[in-house]
């Protein structure tokens, strides 16, 4: 499939640790999130996804913008009724559901639904240039794709509270110390580390690395028992598979592992 508003390039050679880039790529507008963005955003991030070779997933933008949000000139003739069949932003729920991890590389800024798309991912890495927020209030709306309850989730209510009634913006360090972001690095190295980050967690198990991301997930879904519970069951079933025996075998051999995927 051609995209015209992202790129998309695989990196890594042989078959393990392979991971697929996503580049979301409308500078004119600072990467803005209209229908065609979404759309190829979803549909690269779901052949990845549904690609065997591929073990993890990174999205960025540039060094200016990660995404100034959703596109503002696109939403502005919009009227109820357009917003409510089109279920506007609900395609996004695809995101979450895709199984391999996703890393957000961010630069610059991640505003409304920049910051929003970057809370899809599974984690955060941020250049020490980026700059966080939610400033929908100062258009006359609120986040829609998903920020009055990602942020909150991942920073608490006061600070979340803050952040989407005033639209301050947040650098890199106040987005880590408040567990926005997994790590900050020099802007120059943003991309690299990325996609190093990707590379070590393609090189494990696939389906013990999809397994651990669903029950992390489920921390924020359900009680500590029974999220300790489907942990735990999760963990005993792990024994089922020939990469328990490799894991553990490689490391009483002082050796490396070679994971199969099975
Ligand atoms: N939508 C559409 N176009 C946008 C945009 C957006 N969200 N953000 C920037 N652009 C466009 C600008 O209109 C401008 O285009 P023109 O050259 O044609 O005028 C171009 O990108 C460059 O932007 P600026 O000239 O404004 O660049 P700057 O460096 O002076 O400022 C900025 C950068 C502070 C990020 C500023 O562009 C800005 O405030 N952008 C809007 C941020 C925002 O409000 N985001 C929330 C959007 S609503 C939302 O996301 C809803 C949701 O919950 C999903």
Redesign the pocket.
């Known amino acids: 499939m051609t995209y015209e508003t992202i790129l998309t390039e695989v990196h890594g050679e042989g078959e393990r640790g392979r991971v697929g880039l996503i580049t979301l790529n409308r500078p004119?507008?600072?990467n803005?999130?209209n229908r065609q963005l979404t759309e190829e955003v979803l549909a690269a991030a779901q052949a990845f996804d549904a690609d065997p070779s591929i073990g993890a997933i990174v999205i960025t933008g540039s060094e200016?913008?990660f995404a100034?949000?959703?596109?503002?000139?696109?939403?502005q003739p919009q009227g109820y009724i357009d917003m409510y069949l089109a279920d506007w932003?609900g395609a996004w729920e695809r995101l979450p559901a895709v199984r391999k991890p996703v890393i957000a590389a961010v630069a610059g800024?991640a505003?409304?639904?920049?910051c929003?798309l970057a809370m899809m991912a599974d984690f955060i890495i941020a250049a020490d240039t980026a700059k966080f927020g939610?400033?929908?209030i100062?258009?006359g709306?609120?986040?829609?794709?998903g920020?009055s309850q990602r942020l909150t989730r991942l920073i608490g209510r006061a600070k979340a509270m803050e952040l989407v009634l005033t639209g301050r913006f947040i650098d890199a360090q106040e987005a880590e110390r408040a567990g926005l972001v997994a790590r900050v690095v020099p802007a120059a190295e943003l991309l690299d580390d990325a996609l190093k980050t990707a590379k070590t967690i393609a090189f494990h198990s696939l389906p013990v690395t999809l397994i651990a991301k669903e029950a992390v997930n489920r921390a924020s879904e359900t009680t500590l028992e029974e999220g300790l519970r489907f942990e735990r069951r999760v963990f005993h079933s792990l024994f089922a598979l020939e990469d328990q025996k490799e894991g553990m075998t490689a490391f009483i051999e002082k050796r490396a592992p070679a994971f199969k995927d099975r």
Do not use: N, R, S, Y
Not at 141 to 145: A, D, K, Q
């Open positions: 004119k507008a600072l803005a999130i200016k913008a100034a949000g959703a596109d503002i000139k696109e939403m932003f800024f505003l409304g639904g920049g929003e939610q400033p929908e100062k258009l709306v609120i986040p829609g794709m920020g």
